[in-house]
């Protein structure tokens, strides 16, 4: 094991993402977060720490209660299949958490319910009024001059005038000692200018005491001494960093998780939740007597094009929808390449398609295809052994190790894209090497046989180093690179040197790691999308421009109500559900795509409206006899009855 990671062997490392609020589906810009930490927790990993790595969801708050109420279900529910769509989303992207914590599980709910309970014992917390201006989606709290041309200065929305009794968390007795805790520890905000705009923006004016509770909404964990009041979002979602450990101060020994891995090395947060993580959060822990965090980064945006992404300006763009087309990997490689240190990055299709094809399948792809094709032709497939070095062959040793030096120290920072860069430099160069050994020619002279070896087996190593660096970016790949290499040395211990692989072995079978993509053809496919999207969407908005159907066009559809007896999976199909329903006259099969959306167990014993004259058709090879009314696009809702309907009753 090389001398730094014999340093570091099993010491411990905490990371976490900001919780996703369960709110709706996220995009591309909510996921290159859980992608980035999950970057830095592989790497830590390779290089012998014992990592905890975890994320989760904020599922709290009147935009959630809101939500539900427009969908006509319960707030849990409705975030049990939100918070089912971004852990979808988290693992379709090969991230590689140890807990998913959710701020409704019960242990996080009981934990909040005793900080609360302690802050406010201790003094920290007092009953108020609270007037000012409020930001639903943002869930913040403004003071007049904090507002922007009248509406939230975070994200530009209308706000509300808002009066309500509250408790108040005692923020301006800790800020001198918070501004002195920063000033003592300047890595603790990271990047610097992130700290530099919470000191002069918000400790230098004064800190004002912080509302922690709300009365307007029940949605939420009750204060156990004044059920009326909700504990806000402040306390409890900031919470989960320590209670996914098994914190609770009521307990006088806390468990062997927390004393393990907290304080957090670092949490990993958008930088428009700056000031909650770097400010709220420390000053409520230094109220519990907990340690603070090492550090926390705040991490630019990913704007689509030079905007931010947004619903309402239809640019949003989903992780799940790229990996379609670019692979889990290649969305992976895209956003971790493309995010700069400190300033927002910016995705395109035109972007997205030429990283691809210029870093993933020309300079990585053709270089491990080129080499194992080499191997084969040459060597029979057997790794042949190195017989001593020319000039070239210790320029592009020096490239290698002058690269995970380089790497190492880019990563230790966060400097995520300029880590790919300095990889993808390294491979360049070996692409280099061989324009300058010309293996094709050397393998025409028997008497260069050995120098032939020499250069294929240093290519060869190039390419399981670059697997060794490049697994925490693309790790379904770096796997089959190592099974094409077919090594095993794939830790930071086998790269302390150049030349760990061991020859005499034979190479796996050659695969195409990443193949060309016809950049017209695949924007034309895009746009074609994008067009289809948009109509669908404008006729959601303009209904009246549907076609307009007589009182006998709609008889003619017949809307059933029916219970649903039986309800089962479809093999084979994630979207697809089986249902036996009951008509009263009939019992009958329908197949429905609301996998994703509802558990089979969840719907059984709901009654439900049936368009009970709709021709069988079939699904996966599965008969339908008839649809469920539901509505929406990206969120599927059955419409539910009373369940005293009776079976079979006409819908008119």
Same mark, same amino acid.
């Given at each position: ?15 976490t ?14 996921? %290159?977060?859980?992608i ?10 390779q ?9 989760g ?9 809101n ?10 529910k ?17 991230t590689?958490y ?14 909040v ?6 802050l ?15 930001c ?5 709290f ?15 929305r209308e ?8 408790y ?7 800020g001198?000692?918070?501004m ?17 705009e919470?000191? $002069?923006n918000?400790l ?8 922690? *509770? ?6 939420g964990?009750?204060v ?27 307990n006088?020994?806390?468990p062997? #998780? ?30 519990l ?10 991490h ?9 992404m *947004?619903?309402?300006?239809?640019n ?22 493309e ?8 995705i395109? %299709?035109?972007n997205?398609? $030429? ?9 990585l792809? $053709? ?5 194992i094709?080499m ?22 040793k020096?490239?290698?190790?002058a ?9 230790d920072?966060?400097?995520? *894209? ?10 360049s160069?070996?692409?280099k090497?061989?324009d ?38 693309i790790p379904? =790949? ?8 077919? =090594? ?12 760990a ?21 695949? #924007?034309?496919?895009?746009e074609t999308?994008?067009?289809a ?6 006729a959601m908005?303009?209904?009246e ?16 109500t ?7 999976a ?11 329903v009951?008509l009263?006259y ?5 197949v ?20 009970a ?5 079939k #699904?996966?090879?599965?008969e339908? $006899? ?11 809702r ?15």
């Open positions: 094991m090389c001398k730094d990671c014999k340093e570091h062997n099993k010491e411990k490392y905490y990371i993402t900001a919780i996703a609020y369960a709110s709706r589906k996220p995009h591309f810009g909510n996921t %290159y977060e859980v980035a930490t999950d970057a830095i927790a592989r790497y830590k990993r290089r012998g720490y014992d990592v905890r790595f975890m994320t969801t904020d599922e709290h708050g009147q935009k959630v209660q939500l539900a109420e427009e969908a006509g279900i319960s707030p849990k409705y975030v049990d299949n939100v918070a089912g769509e971004i852990k979808r989303i988290w693992d379709l992207m090969n590689s140890d807990h998913f914590i959710r701020t409704t599980d019960d242990y996080h709910e009981t934990a319910e005793h900080i609360f309970k302690k406010y014992d201790k003094g920290d917390i007092y009953k108020g009024y609270y007037e000012g201006w409020y639903t989606p943002c869930e913040s403004f003071t007049e001059t904090q507002l922007v041309d009248g509406k939230c200065p975070d994200c530009g706000v509300a005038k808002t009066r309500e009794e509250a108040f968390f005692k923020m301006s007795k800790y001198d000692r918070l002195e805790y920063i000033e003592s520890h300047p890595d603790f905000i990271q990047p610097e200018s992130r700290k530099k919470m000191i $002069n918000f230098k004016p004064g800190l004002q005491d912080l509302c922690v *509770s709300r009365t307007s909404f029940n949605w964990v009750s156990t001494f004044d059920p009326k009041h909700v504990i806000y979002v402040w306390i409890d979602a900031l919470s989960n960093y320590i209670t996914g450990l098994g914190y609770d101060p009521d006088e020994e806390q062997e #998780l927390f004393k393990k891995y907290w304080p957090a090395d670092v949490h990993i947060i958008g930088k428009d939740i700056v000031r909650f993580h770097t400010i709220y959060w420390p000053i409520m822990l230094m109220a007597d907990v340690e603070l965090p090492k550090k926390v980064f705040g630019p945006w990913f704007n689509f094009g030079v905007d931010k *947004s619903k309402s300006r239809g949003v763009v989903y992780a799940d929808e790229l990996a379609e087309k670019f692979g889990v990997d290649g969305v992976r490689y895209y956003a971790l390449s995010m700069p240190y400190a300033n927002d990055g910016s395109t %299709y035109e997205i398609i $030429n990283r691809f094809n210029t870093d993933l399948a020309n300079n792809g $053709n270089l491990v295809n080129r080499t094709a191997t084969k032709k040459y060597f029979d497939g057997v790794i042949p052994a190195p017989q001593g070095d020319e000039g070239v062959d210790g320029e592009l020096s490239c290698v190790a690269s995970i030096k380089k790497f190492c120290a880019q990563m920072e966060f400097r995520i *894209s300029e880590a790919a860069e300095t990889v993808f430099e390294m491979l160069r070996a692409n090497y061989i300058e050994t010309t293996p094709w020619t050397l393998a025409k002279d028997k008497a260069l046989k050995g120098r032939l070896g020499t250069v294929l087996y240093n290519l060869l190593e190039v390419i399981r180093v670059g697997a060794v660096l490049l697994t925490p970016f379904a =790949t770096c796997e089959s690179i190592f099974a094409q290499v077919n =090594t095993d040395l794939t830790d930071y211990a086998s790269i302390e040197s150049f030349g692989l061991r020859s005499g072995v034979a190479v796996g079978e050659a695969k195409v790691l990443f193949a060309r993509i016809d950049e017209k053809k695949m #924007l034309e496919e895009i999308e994008r067009k999207k948009e109509e669908a969407s404008k908005e303009k209904p421009g549907c076609a307009i159907i007589g009182i006998d066009k709609f008889m003619e559809v017949e809307l059933r029916a219970e649903i007896i039986a309800c089962e479809v093999p084979k199909a994630k979207k697809l559900l089986k249902l036996q009951d009263g009939e019992k009958r099969q329908v429905s795509g609301i996998a994703k959306f509802y558990k089979p167990e969840d719907l059984v014993g709901k009654k439900v409206i049936i368009v004259n709709l021709a069988p058709a #699904l996966c090879g599965i339908s $006899n008839g649809m469920i009314l539901a509505s929406g696009e990206e969120t599927i059955v419409v539910f009855l009373d369940k005293d309907t009776p079976n079979g009753e006409r819908v008119r």
